[in-house]
């Protein structure tokens, strides 16, 4: 079993920047592939970034691009998002999630495929 608790999110305004915490227990293997997501109010849940665990590998969605990092501190299992030059629609909660490596490859497009997801940490950005 595997439990992820995200820390860091609140309210900023638009260019403030803000760092997200996803702390993993459990079983995490290397090459786990772990993501974040985030959900706008009355909004599907969106793939925002991912990584694989152990790996430099990284992947971001068109939106975010340039704007937020994910990396990853392995000797305190925690993944970590920075969010820079913030905007209002980056306003969601956000998710922490992972998908072990053997059920195939880190596909942010596909949320469905993550088993294990964090209680989310709401990100507000006001204009």
């Known amino acids: 079993q595997v439990q992820l608790v995200e820390s860091g999110g609140g309210s900023v305004q638009a260019g403030g920047s803000l760092r997200l915490s996803c702390a993993g227990f459990?079983?995490?293997?290397?090459?786990?592939?772990v993501a974040w997501f985030r959900q706008p109010p009355g909004q599907e849940r969106e793939g925002v970034a991912g990584t694989l665990i152990g790996a430099s590998t990284t992947y971001y969605a068109d939106s975010v691009k340039g704007r937020f990092t994910i990396s990853q501190d392995i000797a305190k299992s925690t993944l970590y998002l920075q969010m820079n030059s913030l905007k209002p629609e980056d306003t969601a909660m956000y998710y922490c999630?992972?998908?072990?490596?053997?059920?195939?490859?880190?596909?942010?497009?596909?949320?469905?495929?993550?088993?294990?997801w964090g209680q989310g940490t709401q990100v507000t950005v006001s204009s």
């Open positions: 999630a992972l998908r072990h490596t053997w059920y195939g490859p880190c596909n942010l497009l596909a949320p469905s495929d993550f088993p294990y």
């Open positions: 459990g079983n995490i293997y290397d090459r786990d592939c």
